[in-house]
Structures are given as C-alpha cells and as structure tokens.
C-alpha cells in the first residue's frame, strides 16, 4: 500500500481521549499494570490521517492572522466533488449545503424545526449514543423501533413495526443511521427505498445520519438516502463530516445537505439563533485537503485494511461459543452480543468488560447503545494491535 495502516501511533500526551482518557467518564479504567491499553472503545482512529490535511493546515496556519473570514469557494467544490465521486450524486450546489459545528449539533438544529419538544421521534435500535443524548436533553421523546437479524445474522428493519410506531405514537420526525452504528449495516436501495416510502406515506421527515457513508467495504456501496426518490430529496436532512472519514474529530466541522428550500431556510435560522455554529479555519482547510484526489486513495486503502481487520476479528470471535457478531458492511465497529457466553459460563457482561480492561483491550460497554448484554469493538488500528488484543481475550476473557 502506498499508505502507512502498519504503524503503531503513540498518542500519549496528545490530548487522545483514547488513551489519556481512561478512567474518565463513560471511558474504559486504566488496565492493570504490566499490560498497555489497545484503544478499541472511542469511534475515532489510531492511524495517522491523509497526509495532504497536515500539509494543507500548516499551508494556511503560516499566515500569521486567524481573524474572521467567509468560506472559500473551494470548500463548496470540494464536497461537491467528493459526493459525486464517491457517492455519485448529481444536481449538489453550494446552496444546498450548510456548515455544522459538529453533527449532533446540527442534528439537533434540524429537528428544532420539523418537531416541537415532547414529540415523539423515531429511531432504529440498537442506538447510537449520541442520538440517545442530545435528543432526551433537547426535550424528545424517543420511540425506537428494534433492528432484527434474519436467517443469516444480518440486521434488518422491521418495516411492520416502524410503521405501527409511527402511526401509533403519531411521529413527524426520524432519526436514520446510514450506514448503522453501532451494527454497521449499509442499507440496500429497496431498504431504503421502504423506509422513505413509509415516511412519506405519514408525513415524516428524516434526519439522516451519513457520517460513515465512505467506510464501506469494497464489496458494499452506500447509498445517499436522499438519492432514492424525490420525495426522499425534499423531506431529508443528510448529515456528512470527514472526522469519521480522516479522523479529524477534534478539529470540529460538519456539513448538512437540504434540498428543501422551506426546510433548509427555517434549519439556517434555527442554527443562526445561538451563534455557535461558526466554522474553524483550520477546520475548514483539513476538509479541502481530505477532499483531494490524494485523499479518495488514501480512503480507499482505509477501507481495505478495515475489512482485513475486520475479517480477521470475526474469525477469531467464532471460536468464542455464545459470542455472536454480525460482519459489518460499513464502519469500523463491531457490535458483539455474548448473552450466550454470559449464561454458558455463569457471568455478567460487567464482569466480561473488566476482564478485557484488566488486560489493556480498552473495549466499550454496548448498553448504552440498547445491547443488553453487547460490547462495542473498535477495528481501526493496526492488525498486529487487533492480533494482539484478540490473544490477550483468549488467555484472559475466554480462556475457561
């Protein structure tokens, strides 16, 4: 590969909550002394990001002003140019998009508009946790319609009990994850396809969550939810960043596309209210840079060594009886249910989780995210980490 996905990072010292972090909130315990902490719970990447984002923030950071400025032409073309190339939407102007000072947040400003607080809003579980959130702290009342696994063990959509949640609980607004976090669905156009049909068929608008859409595997292709029809393109608020992408979550910056001019005029002043919503400079130059040609080949290498990784954990994961896991299409995070190995082996999945942290594989609780007896697996970071984590799980947690 021409990029570097083989190197282990230390970011020790540098502000990582992934590792200087432990022990802090909802962050797993520092393990125990003699073992290192392989970071695998927080959703960000322990790979260095795309070179030309270094080089385009220290480019503009040698300017010695920082003062206030308008966006740059450049910043528009650029994500016009990433959503046709890699998702191939066409029809995309500068009009339609809109900077959001981190996703949650624009998430938020968008469901100001289409839903009062008290209302119900709809959302698939398992959830992630930051809809979970920013939606009960803003007042809404969340309605969740279960994702079930089908023969095969894919998680698929209830499209019978969505609709009955919708009607029943008389829901104008929905949350969708595409691709899903935590299960890593890349929906298929005919899912999609149902879910804005049902949507359109109750007058509910859609909050889509598109955060992950270019970490996919090869073999997979997201899908925008807006692309699917035109109902789809009006009633649809799609939430993008490259912080997944290129890891650059602590840089801050997101963009919104809305086609709707009523919807998109009314989410303008609604984010306008506060005057948070301001984009970083630098912020803005790491996106143009991660939106270069240099930038598509850097995340196409990304994919595939994820799916190696992937590939591999599942693999080890299969020998662990009554430890269940979908291969996810997209993301870099596994979803793992272990109520059978729990009641197999008289434990709890409290114990199961110390067991791992104990050992340094700083693995994340899955029941905040509505896994009753789940844990959440970060994939992104080199496979001898992930070989490394997996053989301290079977001398330590699956051993018996």
Same mark, same amino acid.
Request: with cysteine; hydrophobic share 40%.
């Given at each position: ?19 200087d972090g432990l022990g802090i909130g909802f962050a797993p315990p ?143 607004? @929905? ?37 992950w859409s270019d970490i996919v595997r090869p073999d997979c292709k ?63 130059? @790491? ?25 591999? @954990? ?87």
């Amino acid at each position: 590969m021409k990029y570097d996905f083989t190197s282990i990072m230390d970011r020790h010292g540098k502000d990582a909550m992934a590792v200087d972090g432990l022990g802090i909130g909802f962050a797993p315990p520092k393990p125990k002394e003699g073992f290192d902490v392989i970071p695998m719970w927080v959703a960000d990447m322990n790979f260095p990001t795309a070179p030309t984002i270094p080089q385009a923030i220290i480019e503009r950071a040698q300017h010695p002003a920082y003062g206030y400025f308008h966006p740059a032409e450049e910043y528009y073309s650029s994500i016009i140019e990433w959503q046709k190339a890699r998702h191939q939407v066409t029809g995309l102007t500068k009009e339609h998009i809109g900077y959001e000072n981190g996703l949650l947040g624009g998430l938020v400003s968008a469901m100001r508009v289409i839903a009062s607080q008290g209302d119900s809003v709809l959302l698939h579980s398992p959830t992630y946790i930051g809809f979970t959130s920013v939606l009960k702290g803003n007042g809404y009342n969340i309605v969740s319609s279960p994702l079930v696994k089908d023969g095969q063990g894919v998680w698929r959509i209830d499209f019978a009990d969505m609709e009955r949640k919708i009607v029943e609980h008389h829901i104008h607004a @929905a949350v969708f994850c595409s691709p899903h976090n935590p299960c890593g669905r890349v929906w298929e156009r005919w899912e999609l396809e149902r879910v804005m049909e049902l949507c359109r068929k109750h007058g509910v608008f859609v909050i889509s969550d598109e955060i992950w859409s270019d970490i996919v595997r090869p073999d997979c292709k997201h899908i925008p939810t807006q692309s699917v029809s035109q109902d789809a393109r009006e009633r649809t608020v799609a939430l993008y960043a490259p912080s997944k992408t290129f890891n650059l979550a602590g840089l801050i910056g997101s963009y919104r596309i809305i086609y709707n001019q009523w919807l998109r005029d009314r989410v303008d002043r609604e984010e306008g209210l506060s005057h948070y919503n301001s984009m970083n400079v630098l912020s803005m130059h @790491a996106l143009i840079g991660a939106y270069r040609p240099e930038g598509r080949e850097w995340v196409d290498e990304l994919c595939q060594t994820i799916a190696g990784n992937v590939d591999y @954990a599942v693999e080890r994961i299969a020998r662990y009886p009554g430890v269940s896991v979908f291969k996810p299409q997209g993301t870099y995070m596994l979803f793992l249910d272990c109520a059978g190995w729990c009641a197999g082996h008289n434990t709890t999945i409290e114990q199961m989780l110390q067991a791992g942290w104990d050992v340094g594989v700083a693995w994340q609780d899955g029941r905040p995210f509505h896994g009753p007896c789940h844990i959440r697996m970060n994939l992104a970071l080199p496979l001898s980490r992930v070989r490394e984590a997996f053989d301290r799980l079977d001398k330590h947690v699956f051993s018996c």
